[in-house]
């Protein structure tokens, strides 16, 4: 059976794993990014792919931020890893690495998992939202990933959350739904410190009743279920998939159906669009290694 070296590269660090082609995983684990600069950052890559070279690797497929043309592994942008962009990485490793390279944005891959054997199984349209510092995001139309005319398709973060207002990152969906919006919602109820409370603090309190962190994450998803609705009214999708850490905490989701309900319970039958399914993403920290294997497998070949 055919080996694959997959790569999800983020903000602190690079995960990394060798799947079969049915996502099998035979061997995990994680190291550092490299802020030093491009040349650390291939050497990085070089010395993942000889660790597991005596495996007949067959390609090497990643994930990473960024706006990236997945077709042939141009990084147009790279998010934090500044040395990355204006680079076509699969020309320069190509120069050191002697099977094929893929790379695919980091949230899209995460929807091409969804669609190959998790949420979005069967879909026709759908958006997969990533809930993190910012939100990604990823739309699928006709049962394909949707990446627009500029590969930037699904860059949810920067829609205004302010239409009253000139556009500014003050007051985008990023600030308003990032998750340390959540946990500050969550300091301001308790007089807290924000820095000493975090998700999981948050989500324990939740789950033993705590009525602060319950109002505070009922607060956070108002803004979630507005931009949902908004973007139904746009892309009319039968599914919303919500991924990211604290897309496994079956409380948000309640909460989160909840809310669009009752915001949409005033317009029932007024309104043009249909409230979708909301579900929460299948695959945790292998959904964007999962979806770079899938770019490689269906999508390059």
């Given at each position: 059976?055919?080996?694959?070296?997959?790569?999800?590269?983020g903000?602190t660090?690079?995960?990394?794993?060798?799947?079969?082609?049915?996502a099998?995983i035979?061997?995990?684990?994680?190291?550092?990014?490299?802020?030093e600069?491009?040349?650390?950052?291939?050497?990085?890559?070089?010395?993942l792919?000889?660790?597991?070279?005596?495996?007949?690797?067959?390609?090497?497929?990643?994930?990473?931020?960024?706006k990236?043309?997945?077709?042939?592994?141009?990084?147009?942008t790279?998010?934090a890893?500044?040395?990355?962009?204006?680079?076509?990485l699969?020309?320069?490793?190509?120069?050191?690495?002697p099977v094929?390279f893929?790379?695919?944005?980091?949230?899209?891959?995460?929807?091409?998992?969804?669609l190959?054997?998790?949420?979005?199984?069967?879909?026709?349209?759908?958006?997969?939202?990533?809930?993190?510092?910012?939100?990604?995001?990823?739309?699928?139309?006709?049962?394909?990933l949707?990446?627009?005319?500029t590969?930037?398709?699904?860059?949810?973060?920067?829609?205004?959350?302010?239409?009253?207002?000139?556009?500014?990152?003050?007051c985008?969906?990023?600030?308003?739904?990032?998750?340390?919006?959540l946990v500050?919602?969550?300091?301001?109820?308790?007089?807290?410190?924000?820095?000493?409370l975090?998700?999981?603090?948050l989500?324990?309190?939740a789950?033993?009743?705590?009525?602060?962190a319950?109002?505070?994450?009922?607060?956070?998803c108002?803004?979630?279920a507005?931009?949902?609705?908004?973007?139904q009214?746009?892309?009319d999708?039968?599914?919303v998939s919500?991924?990211?850490?604290?897309?496994?905490?079956?409380?948000?989701?309640?909460i989160?159906?909840?809310?669009?309900?009752?915001?949409?319970a005033?317009?029932?039958?007024?309104?043009?669009y249909?409230?979708?399914d909301?579900?929460?993403?299948?695959f945790?920290?292998?959904?964007?290694?999962?979806?770079?294997?899938?770019?490689?497998?269906?999508?390059?070949n």
């Amino acid at each position: 059976m055919a080996n694959y070296l997959t790569i999800d590269v983020g903000g602190t660090n690079i995960k990394y794993a060798v799947m079969d082609e049915n996502a099998e995983i035979a061997d995990k684990g994680e190291i550092p990014t490299p802020y030093e600069g491009l040349e650390v950052f291939i050497d990085t890559i070089v010395s993942l792919y000889e660790k597991y070279a005596d495996q007949d690797i067959k390609a090497v497929a990643m994930s990473a931020p960024g706006k990236i043309d997945s077709s042939c592994g141009y990084f147009y942008t790279s998010g934090a890893l500044k040395y990355v962009s204006g680079v076509n990485l699969a020309e320069r490793l190509a120069e050191r690495i002697p099977v094929p390279f893929a790379a695919e944005n980091d949230a899209k891959a995460a929807a091409l998992a969804e669609l190959w054997m998790g949420s979005m199984h069967g879909i026709t349209n759908g958006a997969v939202i990533v809930l993190g510092t910012g939100i990604g995001g990823a739309l699928i139309f006709d049962g394909k990933l949707y990446r627009g005319s500029t590969f930037a398709a699904g860059e949810f973060s920067v829609i205004s959350s302010r239409l009253d207002k000139p556009y500014s990152t003050q007051c985008n969906w990023a600030g308003q739904n990032g998750v340390g919006s959540l946990v500050k919602a969550y300091a301001e109820r308790i007089d807290a410190d924000p820095k000493e409370l975090n998700g999981r603090i948050l989500f324990s309190k939740a789950n033993e009743g705590d009525e602060m962190a319950l109002d505070a994450i009922r607060y956070y998803c108002i803004g979630l279920a507005t931009g949902i609705i908004s973007l139904q009214s746009i892309i009319d999708v039968q599914r919303v998939s919500i991924g990211g850490g604290i897309s496994r905490q079956p409380i948000l989701l309640d909460i989160l159906r909840e809310v669009i309900a009752e915001l949409n319970a005033p317009y029932e039958g007024q309104m043009p669009y249909t409230i979708p399914d909301i579900q929460p993403c299948s695959f945790g920290n292998d959904a964007n290694m999962i979806g770079a294997l899938y770019h490689y497998l269906y999508e390059m070949n």
